[in-house]
């Protein structure tokens, strides 16, 4: 599980494979409409592509010459939980935040 | 801001970078103690510490010649922004096999 979140995390740290994930999530597609979308080569999305499906993100059928690509976002749900982790260090900072400015509304209707 | 995700995002996919998120987690700590924990050389733990910094991530100050680090978790935010966005697809999934599982014990008592 940790050395499949180190995958997953190394995948999305990329903003072409992020940018594909957001593709696949509107449904599955063929590598070469996906490609078409990016200023690369065929290549070089192929390549952001297997990183992909190494981390399990995304999963490939092929239709003799043809490859379609199938998000699976279940392993995006290791990273939702290493961040929630850390959901208490902004959440008390805007707590903090939303005191100080309720302080300062009282005091200039005082 | 997208920038910044980007960086954050390179800054958490490394392992050792993600432990010392994890060790500043319980409070402030000077640079040479949190090296200390990591069977690599001062000077490696300072590069990831500086990526870090970049990311706005953690934040250094200096007393003389210590340098005490405290994390600064705000900008994971963005992270939790982006991953919540496919929290639909594991949730759907996880609703499709309560059903399948309910369904089956339905059977099994009727």
Aim: hydrophobic share 40%; with cysteine.
């Amino acid at each position: 599980m940790a050395n499949n979140l180190q995958q997953v995390m190394v995948a999305i740290s990329d903003p072409t494979r992020r940018a594909i994930i957001g593709r696949l999530a509107h449904g599955p597609a063929r590598i070469s409409d996906v490609a078409a979308k990016f200023p690369m080569s065929l290549t070089g999305v192929c390549k952001h592509v297997r990183i992909l499906e190494r981390a399990g993100l995304v999963r490939r059928t092929r239709h003799g010459r043809e490859n379609t690509l199938q998000l699976h976002a279940e392993p995006l749900r290791d990273v939702a939980k290493w961040v929630s982790g850390y959901e208490r260090f902004w959440n008390s900072r805007l707590d903090r935040l939303e005191r100080f400015f309720a302080s300062k509304k009282e005091q200039s209707n005082s």
